[in-house]
T-cell receptor
Framework: AQSVTQLGSHVSVSEGALVLLRCNYS??????LFWYVQYPNQGLQLLLK??????LVKGINGFEAEFKKSETSFHLTKPSAHMSDAAEYFC?????????????FGAGTILRVKS | AAGVIQSPRHLIKEKRETATLKCYPI?????VYWYQQGPGQDPQFLIS???????DKGSIPDRFSAQQFSDYHSELNMSSLELGDSALYFC????????????FGPGTRLTVT
């Protein structure tokens, strides 16, 4: 079964600093990987996805992630943090099944941005 | 662009009552998924439907049932509610041929007192 591990339940950065949220996956098949963001009391928004095309994936709001098969990693980065980036981020793997691929979520990382 | 619609957005029930959550997928999306997110938890997959047939089942209690109707909307029925059922329930949908990307609704917050 597919799974993801997010390293660090809380990450704190200063405004303007690099954001790095770590994610490692475990998958018996080539994975489809995603990063979702959840703002307080809101739903889940897709930031970006990896579906076996380019290994460097660019998403919304200046975020990007790189798929590294050798490291089984899919870390999320953003060069310069904004206050509005404060949210919870989930690394997600698709459980590849026919007719409906359930998503398996990591435990989430809460990003705090300090002014 | 149209998004996934969930109703109600908030629901308060007492223990042992029943609740029905509704989900209206994005037009032309034929697959619907239900997830449960407990307080401070990550979302957990409950059940999914493809073309009105159950396609996968996760950690859904026997007290819960769901179905997808001919217009592709889905309902999650929850009976004998327990305090532990208090959570945010998300519905997601995906289009035919691209079931790897799921579009989430805003969620229904269920509080059981």
């Amino acid at each position: 079964a597919q799974s993801v591990t997010q390293l660090g339940s809380h990450v704190s950065v200063s405004e303007g600093a690099l954001v790095l949220l770590r994610c490692n996956y475990s998958s018996s098949v080539p994975p489809y990987l995603f990063w979702y963001v959840q703002y307080p009391n809101q739903g889940l928004q897709l930031l970006l996805k990896y579906t076996s095309a380019a290994t460097l994936v660019k998403g919304i709001n200046g975020f990007e992630a790189e798929f590294k098969k050798s490291e089984t990693s899919f870390h999320l980065t953003k060069p310069s943090a904004h206050m509005s980036d404060a949210a919870e981020y989930f690394c997600v793997v698709s459980d590849t099944r026919e007719y409906g691929n359930k998503l398996v979520f990591g435990a989430g990382t809460i990003l705090r941005v300090k002014s | 662009a149209a998004g996934v619609i969930q109703s109600p957005r908030h629901l308060i029930k007492e223990k042992r009552e029943t609740a029905t959550l509704k989900c209206y997928p994005i037009p032309r999306h034929d697959t619907v998924y239900w997830y449960q997110q407990g307080p401070g938890q990550d979302p957990q997959f409950l059940i999914s439907f493809y073309e009105k047939m159950q396609s996968d089942k996760g950690s859904i209690p026997d007290r819960f049932s769901a179905q997808q109707f001919s217009d592709y909307h889905s309902e999650l029925n929850m009976s004998s509610l327990e305090l532990g059922d208090s959570a945010l329930y998300f519905c997601a949908s995906s289009p035919e041929g691209d079931s790897y990307e799921q579009y989430f609704g805003p969620g229904t917050r269920l509080t059981v007192t």
